[in-house]
């Protein structure tokens, strides 16, 4: 069982930055890959960014690459979602996933309904 906790939402001006964290708990979080998501009201959760279980590869939706950075740190069971440049459209509660499946282990999957465990959320609100 993994328990997954987001923080580092807020209210920021268009164009500043934010730093999410999502922290696991158990001893196995190094072996999991893990994605980031969002969902905006009266929308479906959608896709952020993804990174393997090395950390050694990631992969980004179109609407946020070259913006959003998203990294790990095995040793704090810690992940993390950089966001620079934000927009008013990046306003949303954003999740983030474990996919416990050696099959994804190294190219994550962008589709949330594979990830196995997800936290309560942290709401990004973004002025414009």
């Known amino acids: 069982q993994v328990q997954l906790v987001e923080s580092g939402g807020g209210l920021v001006q268009a164009g500043g930055s934010l730093r999410l964290s999502c922290a696991a708990s158990g001893r196995i979080f190094s072996s999991y890959a893990m994605g980031w998501f969002r969902q905006a009201p009266g929308k479906e959760r959608e896709f952020v960014a993804t990174?393997?279980?090395?950390?050694?590869?990631?992969r980004y939706a179109d609407s946020v690459k070259g913006r959003f950075t998203i990294s790990r740190d095995n040793a704090k069971n810690t992940v993390y979602l950089q966001m620079n440049s934000l927009k008013p459209e990046d306003t949303a509660v954003y999740y983030c996933g474990a996919d416990a499946s050696t099959r994804n282990r190294w190219r994550p999957s962008p589709n949330s309904d594979e990830y196995d465990y997800w936290g309560q959320g942290t709401q990004v609100t973004v002025s414009s």
């Open positions: 990174i393997n279980w090395t950390g050694g590869s990631t």
